[in-house]
């Protein structure tokens, strides 16, 4: 048991080592609870050029350089020529010219109300020109070290005139980050009347420098949002009473999965409950999801290792496999009758349900087949048995 419990945490331990690296490679110094200003890098060429996602670029400054032509063009859609030749295609697209982001921001839900504000937190990193010596060596050469901020809070008025105004309210020490935004209200159906929308972005507002360009972007960017009366979720009727019975039954089954906050240039993090409200959202470019184990659901008494189910008669069968259908009965009566609170998701519901039912009684007329014909029996007992000895091969060769 306890070997087990140590290669999990081992696996899991590699698991985190691999995001970390990738986030470092893509995005800059890995940033968490623990760092929260991430390393204290050099780094041999601008970084624009080192990392391909997570900084923000002036206003009037979004191209790359001249020279920069991996960032300049978007190649890997449209191929190379060498490809189109062997492969006898007509000739690729013109590979079109890339800009570089020069603002992120969500937008959110929030109850309605007017007068208040929302506090805003703003993470982000230059990236200074300097000379950096070599190991061993007498030489210097140029290199651009990281100086890291945040978090730097920002308290952003909910006023419509404020947030679209070009000023904009600006990030304390920043020279030139501003959030800019829109709020208004909406009459979405699921949402109280009065509900406002709000997208929020932080925008790069410094001037250009046509050298030494990097020093007025900024890195590792990242944002939070906190309201103490918490954000509202979107309501997500899609699918619902469509003729689609895959889009129903999803609609159905995800039904209390909801949509907090929609990034733009930008992913959120999934929040947390606090209160029963969820206060915060925080964005992030490297976006991820604990995908949980599924384990099949103990039945008491019910015999389902396939060398024991070969070697038993009809009764001992019947005994055996019996209580697997009480207990189906049983989840099916829980669903049938669970509160949804919608027409549309109800009968969506019942029809599932009804399917179940029948799905029940094929089984139970199939444990009957058991005791009745005992051809059937035989044919069943041999298939536990190849699938005990094909499960046994496998193990063996995992081993």
Not at 71 to 96: H, M
Not at 160 to 165: D, S, V, W
Not at 175 to 193: I, K, N, V
Not at 345 to 360: H, P, Q
Request: proline share 7%; net charge negative.
């Amino acid at each position: 048991m306890g070997k087990e419990t140590d290669s999990k945490v081992n696996e899991l331990e590699v698991r985190d080592s691999l995001v970390q690296a990738l986030q470092a490679d893509l995005i800059g110094p890995f940033v968490s609870d623990s760092h929260p200003q991430g390393g204290q890098e050099v780094l041999p060429i601008a970084p624009s050029r080192w990392y391909l996602t997570g900084f923000l670029a002036p206003q009037g400054g979004r191209t790359p350089d001249i020279d920069d032509r991996d960032s300049k063009e978007e190649g890997l859609a449209a191929g190379s020529d060498s490809q189109a030749d062997d492969a006898g295609a007509a000739e690729p697209e013109a590979k079109r010219p890339m800009w570089f982001p020069a603002s992120m921001g969500v937008s959110v839900f929030l109850p309605p109300g007017q007068g208040d504000a929302i506090d805003v937190e703003v993470w982000y990193a230059d990236y200074d020109k300097v000379e950096i010596a070599l190991e061993h060596t007498d030489k210097r050469v140029v290199g651009w070290k990281r100086v890291p901020y945040g978090p730097v809070p920002v308290r952003v008025p909910l006023d419509p005139k404020i947030l679209q105004n070009r000023d904009g309210v600006l990030v304390p020490g920043s020279r030139g980050l501003t959030l800019r935004g829109e709020l208004r209200t909406t009459e979405m159906e699921g949402l109280e009347p009065g509900t406002r929308v709000l997208s929020l972005f932080l925008v790069n507002e410094r001037g250009i420098e046509e050298r030494d360009r990097d020093t007025q972007f900024v890195f590792q960017v990242r944002i939070a949002l906190n309201y103490e009366r918490g954000f509202l979720c979107r309501p997500n009727r899609r699918g619902e009473d469509g003729s689609d019975e895959d889009q129903r039954v999803l609609a159905l089954a995800f039904r209390d999965r909801m949509e907090w906050a929609v990034g733009h240039n930008t992913s959120v993090e999934r929040p947390s409950l606090e209160d029963g409200k969820v206060k915060r959202l925080q964005t992030t470019q490297l976006p991820s999801f604990e995908v949980p184990r599924v384990e099949p659901r103990p039945v008491p008494d019910v015999t389902t290792g396939m060398a024991d189910l070969a070697k038993l008669d009809a009764k001992g069968l019947a005994n055996a496999l019996s209580p697997l259908v009480e207990a189906y009965g049983k989840w099916i009566d829980s669903q049938r009758y669970a509160q949804l609170g919608r027409d549309s998701l109800e009968k969506t519901r019942a029809d599932l349900m009804n399917k179940a039912e029948r799905a029940k009684e094929r089984i139970q007329e199939g444990i009957a087949l058991l005791g009745s014909n005992s051809q059937i029996l035989r044919a069943f007992q041999l298939a536990n048995q190849a699938m005990h000895v094909a499960a046994l091969q496998a193990d063996r060769s995992r081993e």
